[in-house]
């Protein structure tokens, strides 16, 4: 509740996604373009303002998103993400391996009017909620429908004996959950609700990953309680109108990735990637020549005290937790392959703007992270490698993994 000017970021739990989220909010209300890694070097406020002092009055290049009010054709072209998965679907029509599916447990009195009207509320909010994808002058093209109401079947499980409803239930789950969509027709969201008994319900939302990512289901749950309460209690939702929607970010991204913007981070990767061999594991069995998506999660708990003391290592060095875990895995991979050089793939929220905070839709971008572990490094050294290397591809983030794949040709395994 009190901050002071002196406390470290890291140790009140900062990590990377609230730092991205502040320095947005630096870029916004300065209107200055404040590189994420100032605040790793000066992560307290008297050091970064110190830090940005000198940078004040400088005006930004990079301009912010804009909403176009009328797109020509009432088309827009895909984002470089989108564009990542029409090509996917292209090649296996319907592939539910990028289906996203998430379910929810209600416990307690539920008002299905009330829900069913929260969540065509937001379906009317947010325009990739209400997108399709078609070919237009042989160029893939996102279309807004511009109403859709989405059902929301009830399923009541409640014949069923006790033991057998959750049975029940989750094979229905997973049916669902590999729904087949067709990019070229809506609705690419589904809802399905699930009665277990009279106060006890289960949510299952279903949507193509080419509309929505993970961060979007944390902006949806969030605007469907908000609803929610909204509808039962009869008061108005006044939700802030939203500053843009994901079309008008479509359109910003392929008009700033060009020129010299574009050859600043694509000459970033070529240097930081050229080279590059797979990493040569010892797997238990051999691939299959074709790949079927099946797999499995498996769940474990680390104790409190390896967590504390992962958070306190990490405050200590000046890094997030996940650069810690990832130094760790690395070091892992190091240790089953005898090889130091050492590239791992991760997501990136990709939303370096506040206007995109609050936004449904698909941004997330792959970071291939790669580190060098010869000369037997000190840990603490390989973390402060580890920590330039993420800090390096965060102000790179914007170039499609696709793009970078385009320039490098590498051997694709």
């Known amino acids: 509740e009190r901050i002071s000017v002196q406390d470290y970021f890291f140790e009140l739990g900062g990590h990377s996604l609230l730092a991205t989220r502040l320095i947005s909010r630096l870029r916004h209300a300065l209107n200055l373009d404040v590189p994420l890694r100032a605040l790793f070097?000066?992560?307290?406020?008297s050091a970064l303002a110190a830090a940005i002092q000198p940078l004040l009055g400088r005006e930004t290049m990079d301009r912010c998103p804009t909403p176009r009010l009328n797109l020509p054709n009432g088309c827009a072209p895909l984002s470089f993400a989108q564009q990542r998965l029409w090509f996917l679907d292209q090649w296996d029509p319907g592939i539910t391996a990028y289906n996203i599916a998430e379910a929810l447990r209600l416990r307690g009195p539920l008002q299905v009017p009330a829900l069913v009207a929260a969540l065509n509320g937001i379906v009317q909010r947010h325009d990739a909620l209400r997108t399709i994808f078609t070919v237009l002058d042989n160029e893939p093209r996102q279309v807004v429908v511009p109403t859709m109401t989405l059902a929301v079947p009830l399923i009541d499980l409640m014949d069923l004996p006790q033991p057998e409803r959750e049975e029940a239930l989750q094979?229905?789950?997973?049916?669902?959950?590999?729904?087949?969509?067709?990019?070229?027709?809506?609705?690419?969201?589904?809802?399905?609700?699930?009665?277990?008994?009279?106060?006890?319900?289960?949510?299952?939302?279903?949507?193509?990953?080419?509309?929505?990512?993970?961060?979007?289901?944390?902006?949806?749950?969030?605007?469907?309680?908000?609803?929610?309460?909204?509808?039962?209690?009869?008061?108005?939702?006044?939700?802030?109108?939203?500053?843009?929607?994901?079309?008008?970010?479509?359109?910003?991204?392929?008009?700033?990735?060009?020129?010299?913007?574009?050859?600043?981070?694509?000459?970033?990767?070529?240097?930081?990637?050229?080279?590059?061999?797979?990493?040569?594991?010892?797997?238990?069995?051999?691939?299959?020549?074709?790949?079927?998506?099946?797999?499995?999660?498996?769940?474990?708990?680390?104790?409190?005290?390896?967590?504390?003391?992962?958070?306190?290592?990490?405050?200590?060095?000046?890094?997030?937790?996940?650069?810690?875990?990832?130094?760790?895995?690395?070091?892992?991979?190091?240790?089953?392959?005898?090889?130091?050089?050492?590239?791992?793939?991760?997501?990136?929220a990709n939303r370096s703007r506040s206007e995109l905070e609050?936004?449904?839709?698909?941004?997330?971008?792959?970071?291939?992270?790669?580190?060098?572990?010869?000369?037997?490094?000190?840990?603490?050294?390989?973390?402060?490698?580890?920590?330039?290397?993420?800090?390096?591809?965060?102000?790179?983030?914007?170039?499609p993994f696709e793009r970078v794949i385009q320039e490098l040709h590498p051997e694709r395994d």
């Not at 070097?41 to 406020?45: D, F, G, N, S, V």
Request: one cysteine or more; a neutral charge.
């Open 41 to 45: 070097e000066a992560p307290t406020l």
């Open 358 to 399: 609050g936004l449904i839709g698909f941004f997330v971008n792959t970071l291939a992270l790669r580190t060098d572990l010869g000369e037997n490094p000190r840990f603490s050294d390989f973390l402060m490698r580890i920590r330039n290397v993420c800090l390096d591809a965060f102000a790179n983030q914007d170039v």
């Open 171 to 348: 094979r229905r789950l997973t049916r669902e959950a590999q729904y087949r969509f067709d990019i070229k027709q809506a609705p690419l969201f589904r809802a399905n609700l699930f009665r277990l008994a009279p106060d006890h319900h289960v949510l299952l939302l279903t949507m193509h990953h080419i509309i929505s990512d993970a961060w979007s289901l944390g902006v949806l749950y969030q605007e469907l309680s908000f609803l929610y309460d909204a509808h039962v209690t009869g008061w108005p939702a006044p939700l802030p109108p939203l500053p843009i929607q994901y079309a008008d970010y479509a359109l910003w991204q392929r008009e700033r990735l060009q020129g010299a913007e574009l050859n600043r981070q694509l000459g970033y990767w070529k240097q930081q990637l050229t080279g590059v061999q797979p990493m040569q594991l010892p797997i238990d069995r051999p691939r299959p020549p074709v790949q079927t998506y099946d797999g499995a999660t498996h769940s474990i708990r680390i104790p409190d005290t390896v967590t504390s003391g992962l958070i306190s290592l990490s405050a200590q060095a000046g890094v997030t937790l996940f650069m810690t875990l990832l130094a760790a895995f690395q070091v892992l991979l190091h240790r089953y392959t005898g090889e130091n050089d050492i590239v791992v793939g991760v997501p990136s």
